[in-house]
Each structure stands twice: as structure tokens, then as C-alpha cells.
């Protein structure tokens, strides 16, 4: 079935350090695959996404590629300000049409960020 | 900005008993979602719904829930005889064309 993967945290990083958190998904077909971000005590917000073989999603500075050869979407950012530190997660979903409500979450990293 | 509010934030039952918990979607959404997340593991899809009816749900998503529209507006999710390892974060989302916008969450803890 459909299943995304995502690199083990924690990841500590000192401000204005670069930043990749490694996705890779499986799935049949051609999802759709966005990024996530849960900033603590908040939801869940839709940080990026892309809808085809090598689009680039970005947003804040983020960037992901959507890599068919390579079935990854891993996150990047040049950059990261102490604000960054949250939960981020890779998500696919094949539901397309109408909605892009159907997601297959990787677990979550957790990304803090120091001064 | 358009937002989902999902109430309350927080609860607590004992074991056995039924808990309700809610969602006020985005006005001109038509896809209704629940997922949780149990502590330390994955965000996972419980139920979609749609045009007043389960569209899709999950294996986890067994007899003793259920999920309704009881006004129109609030989108319910009802755990009819709770167990301990129904303690999670549930997270109510709409479809919408483009992205799936999620509620904060309610804080489900089962004693």
C-alpha cells in the first residue's frame, strides 16, 4: 500500500544552519506529496506541496522536489531561524479530483532550533 | 483566513464511556475528515465523508465509531465505548481543491 518514510529525529540545529529532512513515499500511481509543519500547541499547516514528477514546491524559505526516479520529496531550507523549530511531516495522497483531504502521513520529525 | 475549529481542546473520560468530539468545518468545504495521531506515532486517516455519507474509512476505524453532520455545519466524530488506547490527538480536516486544512486538534485522554 501507500506509505511514506520519513528520516528519524530529533534534529537540533543551530540558527542560520542548513536543513534536510529525507522523505521518501511509495505508492501506486502518481501522488501528490506536500510537507506539513505543527508549530507547538497549533494544527496542522500545509507548509509546501507538488502535484508532478519535478515540481518544486516551496514556502518560507523551504523548498522540496518532487523526484519520481528517486520517489522523494525531501525538505530543505538554506537557513533556519529558531521560529522554524516545530514538527514537520511528509505527506502523499492520491486522492486528487475534488479533494486532497486522503493523506498518508510519514511520522513526523521534530526540528529544534537554538540561538 | 478560512480555519477549522475542532472543540474541546482537551478531554477526559473513563473507559466505557461514549465521547463526542467536534468540528466546524470551512462553509463551502464538501470533504470531511478525522485522523489521530497517538502519542510518538504517525498522523493516521480514520474516515472521509462526503454528501452526508462515509466516503472511505480505515481498519481502525471499527464499529465503536461513528461520525456525522447533525446540523449542517458541525461535523462530529463519536467514540461510543472508549478504551485506553483510543487516547490520542484527534484532528478534524476539510477538502478543499487544492489542500486539506486541519483543526488544532482535541486531546482525547481515556483513564
Known amino acids: 500500500g501507500d506509505s511514506v518514510t520519513q528520516m528519524e529525529g530529533p534534529v537540533t540545529l543551530s540558527e542560520e544552519a542548513c536543513l534536510t529532512i529525507?522523505?521518501?513515499?511509495?505508492?501506486?500511481?502518481?501522488?501528490?506529496l506536500f510537507w506539513y509543519v505543527q508549530y507547538p500547541g497549533e494544527g496542522l499547516q500545509l507548509l509546501l506541496k507538488?502535484?508532478?514528477?519535478?515540481d518544486k514546491g516551496s514556502n518560507k524559505g523551504f523548498e522540496a522536489t518532487y523526484r519520481k526516479e528517486t520517489t522523494s520529496f525531501h525538505l530543505e531550507k538554506g537557513s533556519v531561524q529558531v521560529s522554524d523549530s516545530a514538527v514537520y511531516f511528509c505527506?502523499?495522497?492520491?486522492?486528487?479530483?475534488?479533494?486532497?483531504?486522503?493523506?498518508?502521513f510519514g511520522q513526523g520529525t521534530i526540528l529544534t532550533v537554538h540561538p | 483566513e478560512p480555519e477549522v475549529t475542532q472543540t474541546p481542546s482537551h478531554q477526559v473520560t473513563q473507559m466505557g464511556q461514549e465521547v463526542i468530539l467536534r468540528c466546524v468545518p470551512i462553509?463551502?468545504?464538501?470533504?470531511f475528515y478525522w485522523y489521530r495521531q497517538i502519542l510518538g506515532q504517525k498522523v493516521e486517516f480514520l474516515v472521509s465523508?462526503?454528501?452526508?455519507?462515509?466516503?472511505?474509512k480505515s481498519e481502525i476505524f471499527d464499529d465503536q465509531f461513528s461520525v456525522e453532520r447533525p446540523d449542517g455545519s458541525n461535523f462530529t466524530l463519536k467514540i461510543r465505548s472508549t478504551k485506553l488506547e483510543d487516547s490520542a490527538m484527534y484532528f478534524c480536516?476539510?477538502?478543499?481543491?487544492?489542500?486539506?486544512?486541519f483543526g488544532q486538534g482535541t486531546r482525547l485522554t481515556v483513564v
Open positions: 505527506a502523499q495522497t492520491n486522492a486528487g479530483g475534488t479533494s486532497y483531504g486522503k493523506l498518508t
Open positions: 465523508f462526503y454528501n452526508n455519507e462515509i466516503s472511505e
Open positions: 507538488a502535484t508532478k514528477a519535478d
Open positions: 462553509s463551502n468545504h464538501l470533504y
Open positions: 529525507n522523505c521518501t513515499y511509495t505508492a501506486t500511481g502518481y501522488p501528490s
Open positions: 480536516a476539510t477538502g478543499g481543491n487544492t489542500e486539506a486544512f
